[in-house]
């Protein structure tokens, strides 16, 4: 094998073969031996072994001529007589890595793309802009402020080369309808928080409730005991179970983490607690995911949810 930074020499005298084992008794191996005469050797050695080499034959029956360089050294000595070429070369690799650190292009993807456009304020306002540094702190920042969208469940800001991708996916619920009469629980779940500005409560916080089930009424009841109809203005949060399985052909860190985003996603909502078991099962593996997620609901909160 030629040496990654080499030379290649050629040695002339009786019996070449005797002066390959003095260099090797030397410590100095030869590669790419070719016998270019019946008393002419052409080899390789390493570049730093040349000095040493000329040393040995100083005052001996060889002829020791460096012929040509091999390997980098070539290429070295190639870009010192084209300067121009050297500089060139390494001014775009100093641009290529720069432009690296830099963000020039922002894309939205995902189910909740709709909010592209707040989604760049806000990466704006976490200083992330086309033609700005990135800075994984920044996107980190960010995360958490596209996270507070209405709706959104999952988000991530990723970069790959110079264009910051934000992905951003919503709950399949449908919000509550404008001008409802009341407030309907979407889930079974946990009453987590109740909120009631106009309506009558029908649920504590701390109580389980069935999906369908009115969390505030579309009424008042008035000091004599009268029913008032009026469109009720609330918000509840509860906490739902979701359970799902997922199968895999290898039980894995990868595997158990997959089936957890993918349950998340599944489930809607803000997840507030998630575990997995494994079990085998006819030469597979099922993963049981278990998660809670916090559902937000609101009626007559223009937006709210």
């Not at 260099?23 to 070719?34: F, K, N, S, Y």
């Not at 300067?83 to 690799?93: E, N, R, T, Y």
């Not at 922002?106 to 540094?133: D, H, K, N």
């Not at 889930?187 to 409730?209: D, I």
């Amino acid at each position: 094998m030629t040496p990654l930074f080499g030379v290649r020499m050629e040695l002339a005298g009786a019996a070449p073969l005797r002066a390959l084992e003095k260099l090797a008794a030397a410590g100095i191996r030869v590669r790419d031996v070719r016998k270019t005469g019946p008393a002419r050797l052409n080899f390789c050695v390493k570049s730093k072994e040349t000095e040493k080499i000329f040393a040995i034959f100083a005052r001996s029956c060889y002829t020791v001529t460096r012929k040509e360089s091999v390997g980098l050294t070539r290429a070295a000595a190639f870009l010192r007589r084209r300067p121009g070429i050297l500089a060139g070369a390494l001014a775009a690799l100093a641009l290529a890595a720069a432009g690296d650190l830099f963000v020039l292009r922002v894309r939205v993807v995902g189910s909740a793309s709709r909010y592209a456009a707040r989604a760049e304020e806000i990466l704006a306002e976490a200083g992330l802009s086309p033609f700005s540094l990135y800075r994984a702190e920044a996107a980190d920042a960010a995360e958490a402020a596209l996270l507070s969208l209405p709706g959104v469940v999952f988000a991530s800001v990723g970069k790959a080369g110079c264009v910051l991708t934000v992905t951003l996916e919503e709950s399949a619920e449908a919000p509550a309808p404008a001008q409802a009469s009341a407030l309907v629980a979407p889930r079974a779940g946990v009453v987590e928080e109740l909120t009631v500005l106009r309506g009558t409560p029908l649920a504590a916080e701390g109580e389980s409730v069935a999906a369908g089930r009115e969390l505030v009424g579309g009424y008042f009841v008035t000091e004599e005991g009268e029913r008032r109809p009026t469109p009720a203005v609330a918000r509840c949060s509860l906490l739902c179970g979701y359970e799902a399985e997922f199968v895999g052909a290898a039980d894995s860190e990868q595997f158990r983490a997959r089936s957890v985003a993918a349950a998340r996603l599944r489930a809607g909502g803000e997840l507030v607690s998630a575990s997995c078991t494994v079990r085998e099962r006819a030469g597979s593996y099922v993963c049981a995911v278990s998660l809670v997620v916090r559902v937000r609901v609101a009626v007559n909160l223009g937006g709210s949810g």
